[in-house]
């Protein structure tokens, strides 16, 4: 006869020792069945999910949540097939030494599809990233929702987007997509700040090929629909094209040094910053103008392929992370559009969300012209970037390095939309339009005198005229200044930015 507790509940007879041998014959099965994964993963030329994993974060630091979780499925198909941790896999550990939660889907349970199961352990990780106050990065290879589990595994979605806006701007969000990501699905990642694609591997679309060949009669390959470079370079949708996983873990490990933990914090500080060799002078490639500036090698490009005539990026002056926009004469003559007014407003408040000054180099020619341009919302789209900039709170610092003619001066960060330093090269050509179009003859033009930037100086528009060569030191003397900028915006529910 067993022996009783007080409570007349039987005497636990189980020792310490069995426990751990049970949890040791659980971490075995674990162990098992990420073999298992991994030989039909790499039959494939992929990895899985914990292999992903420890790419990303530094050596022996990952602790894994939810491992023993299972569906609670009673559907045919499912009702024997309970697998431990589900279809992904979540937990916390570090990269560089900072702090970061994260999820990766496992393709080879179930597809790497959302069920309830999966959907809870994905938003407890987001929950717990939001009480962390650190990054959450989310690594996407799913086929979509469970269908056996119907409105219950849809309903994860839903739950999963809500925590990605209460999240936004609040902890950095990364989203990489290492094979399909289908569906609903789709919507998480773009809720996110940054999204990193494989190219030739990742796809993302609401409906597949088939549906669309079905519903329209239309015939489209899954590269042309929804591939890596569709959303690099035309839709936008993606911030960096990954030659390949090694690739996509690189940007984002990089990407993640120039980020703070949170909102509340600063970025984080490089080494003392090493100075460029030298200067670039060919006015007509924005990126030497960028190299001349930045510390060392550090200048990292987001959204590269997405319309060039505006570069954005991330980088380091004097050790300290500073996000870069400038206008790229090399494309379009640099014109802006309404693509790079969408890409560059969206980076801005991105870099003012986490605390990272802005740092613009300007030399436009102003708005592209055309009915295209307008029908497509020129205006509303346009007025993005302006509300972008006039918005943000952090340093804003801005170099007219060739043309800023009428509204292109405007709304890249001019003095009359907040921002902080102005400088100006003498080259630099300043105001409602350009003389040789606003004139009938040019001599008239020339003589004019009409956009000598020393006149936007003595209105106080500028407040610098600088040597070319000068432009790094003044720019690291402007961020000492503006490094204790404290300025927020008058109270209110939220702003109204024309979406």
């Known amino acids: 006869m067993r022996g009783t507790h007080g409570s007349g509940r039987p005497a636990r007879t189980n020792d310490a020792g069995q426990a751990v041998a049970d949890l040791e014959r659980r971490d075995a099965d674990l162990r098992e ?10 039959a494939k030329g992929r990895r899985t999910a914990r292999e992903r994993i420890g790419m990303l974060l530094d050596p022996g630091s990952f602790t894994e949540t939810g491992a023993m979780v299972r569906h609670r499925s009673r559907m045919p198909g499912l009702v024997h097939d309970r697998p431990f941790g589900d279809s992904v896999v979540t937990g916390f550990g570090t990269v560089d030494g900072r702090q970061i939660c994260l999820f990766a889907q496992d393709f080879t349970v179930f597809g790497g599809s959302l069920g309830e199961a999966a959907g809870e352990k994905i938003v407890k990780v987001m929950d717990l990233a939001a009480s962390a106050g650190c990054p959450i990065v989310g690594i996407n290879d799913s086929a979509g929702g469970r269908i056996q589990e119907g409105v219950a595994a849809q309903s994860l979605y839903g739950q999963i987007f809500l925590r990605n806006v209460r999240l936004s701007g609040r902890v950095p969000q990364i989203s990489l997509i290492m094979g399909p990501c289908a569906g609903g699905a789709v919507y998480s990642p773009a ?4 999204v990193v694609m494989t190219d030739k591997v990742s796809h993302m679309f609401i409906t597949g ?5 079905a519903a329209m009669g239309e015939e489209v390959d899954m590269e042309t629909l929804g591939g890596a470079r569709t959303h690099n370079a035309r839709s936008g949708n993606a911030h960096y094209l990954a030659a390949d996983e090694e690739d996509a873990i690189a940007f984002t490990k990089r990407l993640l040094s120039y980020l703070p933990s949170n909102s509340g914090e600063q970025p984080p500080a490089g080494g003392p910053g090493c100075a460029p060799p030298g200067f670039g002078t060919d006015v007509h490639d924005v990126g030497e103008t960028i190299a001349g500036v930045m510390d060392s090698g550090t200048f990292l490009e987001v959204q590269q392929l997405f319309a060039p005539n505006i570069v954005v990026g991330l980088g380091r002056v004097d050790g300290h992370s500073v996000g870069v926009v400038a206008n790229q004469p090399k494309s379009s003559a640099g014109c802006l559009d ?3 007014s969408e890409k560059a407003a969206r980076f801005i408040r991105t870099c003012d969300a986490y605390n990272i000054p802005v740092l613009t180099f300007v030399d436009v020619p102003g708005f592209r012209p055309g009915a295209a341009q307008a029908r497509a919302g020129a205006v509303r789209r346009g007025a993005k970037l302006a509300y972008a900039y006039a918005e943000a709170t952090v340093p804003l610092i801005t170099v007219i390095t060739g043309k800023a003619y009428g509204g292109g001066y405007e709304v890249m960060g001019s003095k009359h939309l907040g921002a902080d330093v102005n400088l100006a090269w003498p080259t630099a050509l300043i105001g409602p339009a350009d003389p040789s179009t606003a004139f009938r ?26 040597r070319p060569s000068d432009t790094r030191e003044h720019v690291v003397r402007a961020l000492r200044l503006l490094r204790g900028k404290s300025e927020s915006l008058p109270p209110r529910k939220h702003d109204n930015i024309p979406l």
């Open 441 to 466: 003859s040019p001599q008239q033009a020339s003589a004019s005198g009409l956009c000598d930037p020393y006149i936007a100086a003595e209105h106080g528009y500028v407040d610098v005229v600088i």
């Open 209 to 213: 090929p088939e549906v669309i060949r």
């Open 191 to 194: 809720l996110t700040d940054f």
């Open 33 to 42: 069945k990420e073999v298992l994964a991994a030989q039909r993963q790499h």
């Open 338 to 340: 309404i693509d790079a």
